[in-house]
């Protein structure tokens, strides 16, 4: 199998955090998932999807481990230009997981609003390294039981 | 459904990008991954994982969206923090992947070593945005049918 060329498929996304127990206390602690794996003050690997894992690890390690001669980033740059979205099934979802994140020690970058590109209500948080989430109810979303997303178009 | 708070779920890893149509030139062109919808000049999404859907999006309205003030931020820190990972199933696979990588426009941050961590042969590559790839053959990781990740313990 895999002989076709590189799959379109991400087994892991690694977020390189400056203080690991605080990425800890949010997402395992706060939001209340479950570690898959996780080496004390080392590592932690959480289920996000069927096949997928989210990587919290040391950002010095990451940077050095990706080969980048210049050590991690300023803060201010952490997740720069990149946003992971976790889509629900209604609006007052939305509301609430949002409130979720906040009360798990995230920070509120943009309130929930009408999203002018797909038309649902979104809001947008960053996690304590500074990681930006969208929380999103997107009409037009749709996965299927065997995990094909369907997305309705742009307006 | 979904009443139990924050599930552990990411459905959009949206990256943005100074130049769509170079980014679909590597994804879709390149790689040969299908868009599961793309509105022409604006956005492209591809389907990466069951119930998940990664995003090509300009990265001035990815800021915008986000509630970003600073605008797109510096070419030197996109994706900063942040590594996007494709595991396979053997060495020679890592060998393989890296060099279509650079076929269809990437380029190696670093070329396939065996990692400290793991123990498996991995690599590292930029696309043209710049933001990270890990191609991996990790012989502790494994996916079960029904999509749970198993990972064995770093040595």
Redesign the interface.
Known sequence: ??NR?????????????PDLEAARRFYVDG????P??E?EG??V??????????GLWW?DK??A????AGG???EE?????????????SEE?VVR?LE??VT?GGTI??PAER?P?FGGLHG?FADP?G??W??AHNPG?R?DA??????G??P
């Open positions: 199998m895999h060329g590189m799959e379109q498929r991400i087994n892991f996304i690694t977020l390189g955090v939001l209340g998932w479950e898959t794996l080496v080392e590592v690997f959480i289920q996000v999807s069927p096949g997928q894992l989210l950002a990451l940077e481990d990706a080969g980048a991690a980033p300023p740059y952490r997740g720069a230009g990149m946003v992971l979205s976790h889509n629900v099934d979802e997981v979720e994140a798990a970058l943009k999203s590109d947008h390294a990681f930006r969208e929380v979303w996965v065997d995990g094909r997303v369907h997305l178009p742009v």
